[in-house]
């Protein structure tokens, strides 16, 4: 694999379910123009906050 091809899948993935979901969240706030790197905070929190809970209910707490 060329290291291009892994900078193009990489960038995919962060704008398509990062920074996109972050973006629908905060359009649901009435923040239609985030900065870029607030949508990339608020993006990673998300999925964490995510990923957390399914672990927790996984684990039966």
Do not use: K
């Not at 899948?9 to 985030?34: A, C, H, Q, S, W």
């Amino acid at each position: 694999m060329s290291s291009r091809f892994v900078r193009d899948l990489t960038g995919f993935l962060i704008d398509t379910f990062i920074t996109g979901m972050e973006r629908l969240l905060l359009r649901e706030v009435n923040e239609y123009d985030p900065p870029e790197i607030l949508a990339l905070v608020i993006g990673l929190a998300f999925w964490a906050l995510l990923i957390s809970l399914v672990w927790a209910v996984m684990l039966g707490w």
